[in-house]
């Protein structure tokens, strides 16, 4: 039989509770941008109207046969990228919710090829029916193009090095197929690393980003957000690491502000399209339960009636 990996959810009343907040509830649509198994969808449904739908959206094929599993007329889901959720209907959803990353599913199964602590094949990839595994890229990929990825994605200080040694290794002994193949060569060029990390976290962190698109395509998500929201409507969006975070804030700023157009600066500034609402951190009782949660940051922001 198959093993079966859950998911803990995290920041699970507090995302629902943001999106949900005073908005009717009976009707209308809501988005859950990355089903992963589950969690925020469920809690939802429970908490939604009988005319509300609730779409869902995930990459990974498992996490949507997880997700068909589900019986209930106002729910389906969708096998696609959340950067297409520009496919909506404009103005047609009252509350969006990304909680970006990977799943504890996906992280904890070797043949996901996601982590260092276990070896498996080198792959990756969320949505494993197209696109190249993290093996495939590295067979061929430029040492200058390997090092900008592992520097930029996993602010890694000897990307270069790194990137180096992959390309020599390709050259001596053929290309890396397995996670424990790229761990232990990290292992053997990062010569100091912060207590208690794992020299290869950095790399797989960057790798991961890379292959995914993770940073591009929720920067397209988020573009589209403000198209499908309606007024009044919420994006609430849990990042895991300071790139997206940084993404998110910098977003969610830019556009609660008035733009001005220094070219008619008498004209009336072109109305904010978002009011920044919160930013939520785990409990320490959610951090101690699992740990998982310690680095997710909730923005919470609402759609204004302008723009
Ligand atoms: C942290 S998990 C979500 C867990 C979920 N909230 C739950 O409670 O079970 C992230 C999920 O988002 C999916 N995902 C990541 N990037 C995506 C993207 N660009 N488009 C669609 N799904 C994506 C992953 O495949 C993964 O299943």
């Known amino acids: 039989m198959e093993p079966t990996w859950n998911h803990t959810t995290v920041l699970l009343q507090e995302a629902v509770d943001a999106l949900l907040d005073n908005a009717p509830v009976a009707a209308g649509t809501w988005v859950d941008a990355t089903f ?3 969690g925020h969808s469920r809690a939802l ?5 009988p005319s509300a739908r609730l779409v869902a959206f995930d990459k990974d094929p498992e996490a949507v046969a997880e997700a068909s599993r589900i ?3 106002r729910f389906s889901i969708r096998h696609q990228g959340f950067k297409d959720l520009g496919e909506l209907p404009p103005g047609s959803v009252a509350g969006l919710l990304m909680d970006l990353g990977i799943s504890s599913p996906q992280i904890d199964n070797p043949a996901r090829g996601f982590s260092f602590r276990f070896d498996g094949p080198l792959d990756m990839r969320m949505d ?3 696109g190249e595994s993290v093996a495939e890229w590295l067979a061929t990929a430029d040492p200058q193009q390997m090092a900008e990825v592992i520097r930029d994605y996993g602010e890694e200080r000897f990307a270069v090095q790194i990137a180096k040694a992959i390309a020599a290794r390709r050259q001596e002994r053929g290309p890396i ?17 912060e207590q208690g990390q794992n020299p290869a976290t950095r790399t797989f962190q960057a790798l991961r980003i890379f292959i ?3 940073l591009e395509e929720l920067q397209q998500a988020l573009e589209a957000s403000l198209l499908v929201l309606q007024p009044k409507g919420r994006l609430a969006v849990i990042s895991f690491h300071s790139l997206e975070d940084r993404i998110v804030k910098q977003f969610i700023a830019k556009h609660s502000r008035e733009v001005y157009d ?3 600066p008498f004209a009336a500034p072109r109305a ?6 919160a930013r939520i951190k785990p409990s320490q009782e959610e951090v101690d339960r699992n740990p998982r949660a310690r680095s997710a940051i909730l923005r919470v922001a609402e759609r204004t009636a302008e723009a």
């Not at 449904?45 to 109207?49: M, N, V």
């Not at 193949?181 to 010569?191: D, I, P, Q, R």
Request: charged share 35%.
């Open 36 to 38: 992963g198994r589950g």
């Open 212 to 214: 995914n698109a993770e």
């Open 128 to 130: 494993t029916t197209r």
């Open 45 to 49: 449904l429970s908490r939604l109207g």
């Open 177 to 193: 197929s397995t996670t424990a193949e790229l761990a232990e060569l990290v292992a053997g060029t990062v010569k100091t690393r």
């Open 71 to 73: 019986e209930d007329a």
């Open 262 to 264: 220094r070219r008619t």
């Open 272 to 277: 904010m399209k978002l009011k920044a609402l």
